[in-house]
């Protein structure tokens, strides 16, 4: 990509849960920080994230789930992107994530796993790195 | 000219005593941004504190509800519980039960929060995880098997969907022969809050709120026992707002309730005992006493003078307490118990009617057995231990503490004002008022944890790199399965013709608005019909909803 475009970010609540305190806080952050930001709002099915990421032909996409189905709705996610034929997107997951979890879904796919505590800088950084290498 | 000697001894200790040494570096302000004195004196309380402070048990109840408080009798300790199967959580509930619990408080999983039946496309990988799963009357007869429901009191944390809950329920307990005057308990059905902070719903606003009014309306009737709506601050304290905005958005939302119910033709005194409250209880000691105390006053105020209350049980503002779940943290999560003692003994001190203490383990998973105990012991430990419980309202007269009541009650009616302004509590959620300001008192405080203005030990302070494992509840991905089949038989095994009969009757029932849905849903319970399927009945004619996603 050439290097004056922004940044561009989907931020996404996949699933039932209905807590976007986190993702509207990293939306902000990562808008602030200079970066092109969608955000889907709530209760999406993974058809309507992986829909978004391509329309908005993002470079990212931060996936915040506190509802303990993310070992469901991250792999259909990932499942999705791939039979679309999307490499170049990174995948961020944020929320409540048991450590045995992180792990699988590295395994999987998933660039990085942010879990309660992490700041916003830390996700700001983590995407930067990852979009630009 | 002399000036009055009491503020010039004030200003005598301050210039000579308090400056010699110098501050440290430290916000001095609450959790929600509210800056506090180094000193607070007689000066700060109310100037009439008779009229303001009051006593127990009576107007303003700034000093408690009851006139024998704790006591006449202990707060009730009620542990929220909720995963799996209806099976799993009866398990969990009789636990508790055993172990000295004395009510029983229902969290479902998010399908059912939001009205899917657990087979649901949009239920994969969700049934189970963050509450149990209820789809239908058979699920619900599980969840409290063997359960008194006369004698017990039980509290369900639905919403959305909280009338058919509360159907199935009824329906429930009336095939172990209990009436539905006989049962106690709280069923939430605080949808303003969803639009505003939790987010889980199914219909537009409108026809939500009818809903609620159904609600209000037949339990006036039916349910002498029951609280039709536990109007809740906790979910809008989770999200990110401020002490204030959680008593004022909360006690607008009840309020809006009220004038609802009014509008449908209820006299104020038939309905208004039994509207009950539930806030949060946040790290912030004082802040959080103070706003228990200011929510009692301004809600008796309210009901007496502006709803023209007569009856005295019309202006309590009794209330449910839950620890901030948010204050937990995932790094050193033994600390929680600390947090969560504190944050319980403020509910005490700002005369809870009901507590329930987080477990450590929340900011993890859905918390262990071991985990639990600990969190109802603790509850225990403040009741039977600390001597708290005592004497009624330990801090009443306290300076700050009435100086802070006094504040939060100020904040609150300047919501009031603004949303009135916007032209009441439906139109302001409909504008987004308080869902923005909801996230820029969140994305605030997160600034002030990043820069480190607010240390969070173990987050941004004292912190030890690698935590060491903690066990986790696992919720086996078998019970996911195991719902599905249940409510797949039941479907199987009912006889359909009369449960589609009786959908067909509760869509025509919603399509006009003069019709009180409590006794199609009642109907629909009995013959069957699932939680789903009862939901789609009422869309046919209230459509569903969407939030227009903003940060």
Redesign the interface.
């Known amino acids: 990509m050439s290097s004056d475009r922004k940044i561009r970010v989907v ?1 996404a609540k996949p ?7 986190g ?3 990293i ?3 990562l ?1 602030d920080a200079g970066m092109e ?1 969608i ?5 999406q ?1 993974p058809e309507q994230i992986v829909e978004t990421v391509i329309q908005e032909d993002a470079d990212a996409v931060g996936l915040s789930i506190l ?3 993310h ?3 991250v792999p259909r996610i990932l499942e999705l992107l791939r039979e679309q034929e999307v490499d170049d997107v990174v995948v961020t997951v944020g929320g ?1 994530i ?2 045995d979890d992180i792990h699988e879904l590295k395994e999987l796919g998933v660039a990085e796993v942010f ?3 992490a ?3 830390q996700a700001i950084d983590f995407i930067r790195g990852a979009v630009r290498s | 000219m002399a000036t009055p000697p009491r503020l010039s001894g004030l200003e005598r200790w301050q210039r000579e005593t308090f400056a010699r040494t110098p501050e440290r570096d430290a916000p001095f302000s609450t959790i929600s941004g509210e800056p506090i004195r180094p000193l607070y004196t007689e000066d700060d309380l109310p100037r009439d504190p008779d009229a303001a402070i009051g006593l127990p048990g009576e107007f303003p109840f700034t000093r408690g509800v009851y006139g024998s408080m704790y006591r006449g009798r202990l707060w009730t300790m009620r542990q929220f519980a909720g995963f799996g199967t209806a099976a799993e959580t009866n398990r969990r509930f009789r636990y508790l039960l055993e172990h000295g619990q004395t009510g029983l408080s229902t969290a479902f999983d998010m399908p059912s929060l939001m009205g899917h039946d657990s087979d649901h496309p949009r239920s994969l990988g969700e049934v189970g995880r963050e509450g149990v799963a209820i789809d239908t009357l058979e699920d619900m007869e599980t969840l409290f098997d063997g359960i008194p429901l006369h004698r017990v009191s039980v509290s369900m944390t639905i919403n959305a969907p909280a009338a058919i809950m509360l159907a199935f329920y009824v329906v429930a307990a009336e095939r172990h022969g209990v009436a539905p005057d006989q049962l106690a308990g709280t069923i939430q059905t605080d949808i303003l809050k969803e639009y505003i902070a939790q987010k889980e719903w199914c219909f537009p606003v409108d026809p939500a709120m009818r809903l609620v009014t159904d609600m209000i309306e037949w339990c006036a009737r039916e349910m002498p026992r029951w609280h039709p709506v536990s109007i809740s601050g906790y979910h809008i304290r989770e999200a990110g707002s401020t002490a204030a905005q959680e008593l004022a958005f909360t006690l607008k939302n009840g309020l809006t309730y009220v004038e609802h119910a009014l509008a449908r033709g209820l006299d104020v005194d038939d309905f208004a005992p039994r509207l009950s409250f539930f806030f949060n209880a946040h790290i912030d000691f004082f802040e959080e006493i103070a706003k228990y105390r200011a929510a009692r006053r301004v809600w008796a105020r309210e009901l007496r003078e502006n709803f023209g209350a007569t009856d005295q049980r019309s202006l309590l503002m009794r209330f449910h307490t839950q620890t901030a779940g948010v204050s937990l943290t995932a790094q050193q999560p033994l600390n929680n118990i600390v947090r969560t003692a504190i944050e319980a003994l403020a509910g005490v001190l700002g005369g809870t009617q009901s507590l329930h203490t987080n477990s450590f383990d929340e900011a993890l998973a859905l918390p262990t057995e071991a985990a639990v105990r600990v969190a109802l012991r603790t509850q225990q430990i403040i009741a039977e231990e600390t001597g708290v419980a005592n004497t009624i309202d330990p801090l009443g007269g306290s300076y700050f503490v009435e100086a802070l009541t006094d504040r939060l009650e100020e904040e609150c009616y300047r919501y009031f004002h603004k949303i009135d302004e916007l032209g009441g509590m439906v139109e302001a959620v409909k504008q987004g008022f308080p869902q923005r300001e909801i996230a820029d008192a969140a994305f605030r405080y997160q600034e002030e944890v990043e820069t480190g203005v607010r240390k969070i030990v173990g987050v941004n302070a004292y912190t030890e790199g690698h935590d060491t494992d903690t066990p986790i509840l696992r919720i086996d991905p078998e019970f996911e399965r195991a719902q599905v089949r249940r409510v797949q038989h039941v479907r199987a095994r009912r006889d359909g013709k009369r449960t589609r009969s009786e959908l067909d009757a509760l869509t025509q029932a919603a399509d006009d608005p003069r019709t009180n849905l409590m006794p199609y849903l009642l109907e629909a319970a009995r013959a069957e019909a699932t939680e789903g399927e009862m939901v789609q009945a009422l869309q046919r004619v209230f459509g569903t909803y969407t939030e227009s996603p903003a940060f």
Do not use: C, E, F, N
């Not at chain 1, 039932?16 to 305190?21: A, N, P, Q, S």
């Open positions: 931020v699933g039932l849960d209905g807590h976007d305190r993702a509207k806080i939306a902000r952050a808008r930001v955000y889907t709002g709530l209760h099915t509802s303990g189905a070992m469901t709705l409540t048991p450590s879990t309660p505590g700041s916003t800088q």
